[in-house]
């Protein structure tokens, strides 16, 4: 249920272009979004920081491109977030030497400490590509164009990037004990 209800400020964002403007969307994303985030908090207890950063992301690039009357600047809000993560990614690589992806779910899953490492590297060419896919996208389309490519092609993007997440770990998930 709690993947599940993430769609809903997309699905709100959508149908807020649809009937207005992308500014109206955007702030329509932002306070599903806002909502989303009250309630896991309320039901968990727990704060998560990437729904945290998300939703701050959200909210600075919705008030920046209604007051300055220019929706480009929330079109950047994607680029900005994928390639912040990125970053993150990369950066805890190399000054910390630590595994993001397997502090995240390495209660569910259990790989050797390359393959950890490898899950990093390839979760932060994903998210640098991404960003510069919705730059692409951002430059040489119209705003439909822009929204159904948010909404649909990311999506997708993002799912089969999952898919090919899950086989790779699915090959190498009984290579612990040779470890």
Partial sequence: MQYS??????????ACYQFGNLI??????AISSSIIYLYQWYKTKKHHRVDLITLLFIWGFSISSALTHNDSIFKWKPT???????????????????NIIEWMIADKVSVPKAIWS???????????I????????????DTTTWV????????????????????????????????
């Fill in 5 to 14: 209800l993430q769609f809903i400020p997309l699905i709100i964002f959508y």
């Fill in 24 to 29: 109206t969307a955007a702030f329509g994303m």
């Fill in 80 to 98: 900005a977030i994928f390639w912040l993560f990125s970053c993150i990614l990369v950066g805890n690589q190399l000054l910390r030497k630590e």
């Fill in 118 to 128: 490898n899950l990093d590297k390839m979760f932060a060419l994903f998210f640098f």
């Fill in 130 to 141: 991404m960003g510069g896919v919705n730059l692409f996208v951002l430059f040489n389309y």
């Fill in 148 to 179: 159904n490519y948010k909404l649909f092609g990311s999506l997708i993007l993002t799912f089969i990037f999952l898919v090919v997440i899950a086989t790779y770990l699915s090959r190498h998930a009984d290579d612990v004990t040779a470890e």
